[in-house]
């Protein structure tokens, strides 16, 4: 049997910013309909991976495709029209300030000319209804919602050109434990139902375990040696708690462990 | 007291041939910054030509963005021309009497205003009020992601946020000029008839005499390079704002700071191209004491 090709594709990855490497020689391979959790500390380069996928940041070195095409070959029209095959949910939301939730998840289709005005008003609500919130909120700002709230409204306005690939940046982040679980929920759901390809960059263990069909763990390069791959785990997440890697399993179990003794160091200078 | 044993490493970086090529470094440094920025706003402003004319933007994004940068600025921008006026009038009033020439005032307070006042304290306002603002504005949308998000949901940022401001800023400054002008002419004439006695014929007849359509032309020609070069500058450090508040607070002040600065080096520049092709078309010019 033929493996599937990889929908997201990134081999030997290095994304560099002035004399800082944040990725190096990372390969990932994400096949169509796959959930993939990154997990890893702050500073590890997860978000930039995030970023790097939807060409919102050039590779230094290496290659990221999606679907087979390289978005530093494709003509600006052609990265605005692979863009909308991607659906983005961020850390904060980023919603838009000045426009209305009901604004906000229309913004796709109005940008794109995507469908006439009564098929966007019901997919607006459709999505509304699927992210569990109501009519009432369409009329209100950003400002004006939750964080909880503002979260959904964001999936809502990633999933409404229906992406082959969702990416999602610290999804539960900031959120009480009920209201990430909601979220860990709807990604649920949203795989389910729109059969889509997810990355979840998360810090957050019942995220990545409750979620994911697989997890990726890196790690912040500075404290690496030259020859170190950056991913320390690659695997299910049932397999997490089998590593015998003690920077993984410090991870997900949460411990300080040998950092706190690390971050004494450098602060003694 | 021996100050070599609380310097150690003075006899390797701390020689005085070492802090001057530190310095040379250093200058080094800030000048090449200095270039890479400009070049880099160079490119800015190109994109967003490039994009104003490859599609417009949206109707209803320009519409707003005219409305907060050429209609809400017209009160401030008109209070100030007319002050302005009357603040010439009560400078040069002393002066004039002397020779009296005071009915002359006219086409000394007009020719200001049309030539040098009118197209700076519009622009300058511009910068203040606006500029700052929208530096402001684009660079919360930087810290918060919005701009990543409208580049991920496939919209071009530049096309987005930075053509309609650009383009409001353009094609408002004029207004916004012409008014100053029409103010300062005013509050001069006010003050000059009202408050310092001066018959309003011959202060009308002395004005219309030395100004011409071509000093309209000289104040709205420089106002539009200003209001492109505000809109460029405030919409780049928007875009380039650094993280956190410290960031978008710098990116305000600093957009009014370099527009105010261009403003002035650009009004001297324009000042003197376009006398001189004035001089090339009309080789005699008419002076304001007879001739």
Redesign the interface.
Same mark, same amino acid.
């Given at each position: 049997m033929v493996a599937a090709s990889p929908l997201i594709d990134l081999q030997s990855l290095t994304v560099r910013f002035g004399r800082q490497t944040v990725l190096r020689n990372v390969s990932i391979s994400v096949p169509a309909g796959q959930t993939l959790a990154v997990i890893g500390e702050s500073g590890c380069g997860k978000t930039v991976l995030l970023?790097t996928i939807?060409g %919102?940041l050039q590779p230094t070195a290496g290659t990221v495709e999606f679907d087979g095409r390289q978005f530093g070959n494709l003509s600006?029209r052609d990265?605005?029209? !692979? $863009?909308?095959r991607?659906g983005?949910v961020? !850390?904060?939301a980023? %919603?838009?300030?000045s426009m209305t939730v009901a604004e906000n998840i229309l913004?796709?289709l109005k !940008?794109?000319r995507a469908s006439n005005d009564a098929d966007q008003e019901r997919s607006m609500h459709s999505l509304l209804t699927e992210v569990g919130l109501p009519n009432t909120v369409l009329k209100k700002y950003p400002a004006e919602l939750s964080g909880g709230m503002r979260k959904r409204v964001g999936l809502a $306005?990633a999933l409404i050109?229906r992406p082959e690939a969702v990416l999602y940046d610290e999804p539960t982040t900031g959120l009480d434990p009920i209201m990430s679980d909601v979220i860990n929920e709807l990604m649920m759901r949203t795989r389910d139902k729109f059969e889509v390809t997810s990355v979840i960059v998360t810090h957050d263990m019942n995220t990545a375990r409750k979620v994911a069909d697989r997890v990726v763990m890196l790690y912040p390069l500075n404290r690496l040696k030259p020859d170190e791959s950056q991913i320390l785990f690659d695997g299910p997440p049932s397999e997490l708690d089998a590593s015998t890697d003690r920077r993984v399993t410090q991870f997900i179990r949460g411990e300080a462990g040998d950092r706190m003794m690390e971050l004494s160091e450098q602060a003694g200078g | 007291m021996s100050t070599g044993s609380s310097y150690p490493n003075e006899r390797t970086t701390g020689g005085p041939l070492w802090r001057i090529s530190e310095g040379i470094a250093d200058f080094g440094a800030v000048v090449i910054r200095m270039i890479e920025g400009l070049g880099d706003m160079t490119l800015f402003a190109w994109s967003a030509i490039l994009w104003m004319f490859s599609r417009l933007p949206r109707r209803d994004t320009l519409i707003n963005n005219m409305y907060a940068i050429g209609v809400q600025s017209l009160p401030v921008v008109a209070i100030i021309g007319a002050f302005t006026g009357m603040v010439l009038a009560v400078q040069s009033y002393t002066q004039f009497r002397n020779f009296g020439l005071e009915t002359q005032l006219g086409g000394v307070i007009n020719k200001s205003m049309f030539r040098e006042l009118g197209p700076v304290l519009a622009a300058t306002m511009l910068a203040g009020r606006v500029g700052s603002a929208m530096a402001a504005e684009l660079g919360t949308m930087r810290v918060t992601e919005q701009i990543d998000a409208l580049s991920a949901m496939g919209a071009n940022p530049i096309h987005y946020l930075v053509v309609p401001r650009f383009l409001s800023c353009l094609l408002l400054i004029p207004s916004l000029t012409i008014m100053a002008i029409f103010m300062g002419v005013v509050g001069g004439a006010f003050y000059c008839v009202q408050f310092l006695g001066i018959d309003y014929h011959h202060y009308s007849t002395n004005s219309q005499r030395f100004v011409e359509n071509w000093d309209l032309f000289y104040g709205v020609a420089k106002s539009v390079v200003f209001g492109a070069v505000i809109g460029i500058i405030s919409c780049y450090r928007g875009f380039n704002c650094l993280p956190g508040a410290e960031g978008v607070g710098r990116a305000a002040t600093t957009a009014f700071v370099y527009s105010f600065v261009s403003i002035i080096i650009l009004d001297l520049l324009l000042s003197i191209v376009l006398d001189h092709i004035y001089l090339a078309i009309w080789p005699v010019a008419p002076s304001l004491f007879g001739g």
């Open positions: 970023k939807i %919102l600006e990265v605005s029209a !692979q $863009r909308t991607f983005f961020f !850390q904060n980023a %919603l838009f300030d913004f796709p !940008q794109h $306005r050109m | -």
